[in-house]
């Protein structure tokens, strides 16, 4: 059984910073890719940022350039970097895996909230 632990969510005023991150319990060989998802109240859940094996990332166009998806391979443990926040980044984060023979695993969420 897979298991994702988040951590590094909270409070923080418009313009700031935080930094998540979520450990997954399995070899980096049996990764294909991390990711970040988000699901605001009301609204369906939507991929933040994406990281792959090879080290591709992929972000959502609302973040570019603002967030940043890290991973260190050996600890197969994925970051999130999210500068100049915005209120509209207020959502529950989740931390997602795909393994490479498939399956999608999904952390228990972290909670950002971002005060205007």
């Known amino acids: 059984q897979v298991q994702l632990v988040e951590s590094g969510g909270g409070l923080v005023q418009a313009g700031g910073s935080l930094r998540l991150s979520c450990a997954a319990s399995?070899?980096?060989?049996?990764?294909?890719?991390m990711g970040w998802y988000r699901q605001a109240p009301g609204k369906q859940r939507e991929l933040v940022a994406s990281i792959t094996r090879g080290g591709g990332t992929n972000y959502s166009d609302s973040v570019k350039g603002r967030f940043t998806i890290s991973r260190e391979n050996a600890e197969t443990t994925v970051y999130l970097q999210m500068n100049s926040l915005k209120a509209e980044d207020t959502a529950v984060y989740y931390c997602?895996?795909?393994?490479?023979?498939?399956?999608?695993?999904w952390g228990q969420g972290t909670q950002v909230t971002v005060s205007s």
């Open positions: 997602a895996v795909t393994k490479l023979l498939g399956g999608l695993y």
């Open positions: 399995l070899s980096i060989f049996n990764i294909s890719s």
